[in-house]
């Protein structure tokens, strides 16, 4: 199991604290997976530098936003 | 945590402006991977010319359109 | 801001229009990205003839044509 | 526009033919891309025969058919 | 159209058995694309000895699982 | 049919617990394809080390989350 002292909560003041959320939480799927973080500081730039990797990113994020903004009913009122 | 003046919110005025903004979301989810504004526009080119890269682009924005329609509650009156 | 006189609105007709909707807002996801009209045209045979382009093509349509279809209340009544 | 005399209906008697349609669908969404039909009944065996693009087949199959089982009401009575 | 005494229905008695379901609906995505029963026989080792293809296939279970699961209502009560 | 004591509920505790239980049903989801564990155990390092790879695992913990995410309805109270 993961323990980890992060997501206290899925709901945020804004559309633009929860789109960081995601981008957090995109970023928490890779290391779930990849444990050692000094191996990711150097994997980083590879993927941040790959245009095919960039995109993939930008979708994992986009799904996540997609759950975020139904937790948070669309910031409506 | 990203803290950018953008996304004030999710509602738009018509189909169309909610599907650029899905298209805004698409590029900023590259752009917080990858924070380095003159490699993007180095890369941009890169991506926008391969074919595989495109088509998952498009799937990307696809992702973010579900969610602001979603969110505009598909624009029925 | 993209600005173009296309996507009116979500809902259609029927099923199939509704599929054919999908099929345009995939294509407007790559138009985004690759603004040169004539480079697309030139590029579009290519990912028409490779198999995995196809069917990422076709998965972003199936995502699309999710959208569109709840903006219909899956066309009932 | 797709002008075609299929998909007159999301709705299907069972589960199992609403699997059948979102096979259908899944190549439809090639289909629109590669209009040439003896070019695709070529390439089917590639892709067919590819491991890598035969589970991207069965994601869009899956996406269909989650758009599907949302229309039939999951089937419920 | 795919005719098989499969999936007579969405729902189960436990989310386990959900999940089982998943992963039998993406085998039977690949299954309707690659007819040959031997041919999938001989390529399954391919894809289940591959890490890419390996994290794909889980992906489209992902996605059965969540429209069995929202069929079945969560298994709440 | 895969048959194994886990995943009893869909209900968890927090958000933290729920991302937790994501991970393993992506990680469940590699494991129901590959079913040698020396396999998967030897295996594991390559994806955990390849950029593209771990963008995708991201990708489907994103998707399982947001199952979990409607199944707990978003751990409103």
Redesign the interface.
Known sequence: ????P?????ITA????G??LA????????A???LDVE?RRA?RP??????????????????????I???ND??RE
Chains 1, 2, 3, 4, 5, 6 share one sequence.
């Not at 199991?1 to 980890?4: D, H, I, L, W």
């Open positions: 199991m993961v323990q980890a992060w997501l206290p909560s899925l804004t559309p633009r604290e789109f960081a981008v957090t939480l995109s970023q928490k799927g890779v779930t997976t990849q191996f994997q590879e993927y941040a530098e790959d245009a095919d990797s960039l995109v993939t990113v930008s979708h994992v994020i986009a799904t996540h936003f997609q759950t903004v139904a937790a669309y910031w």
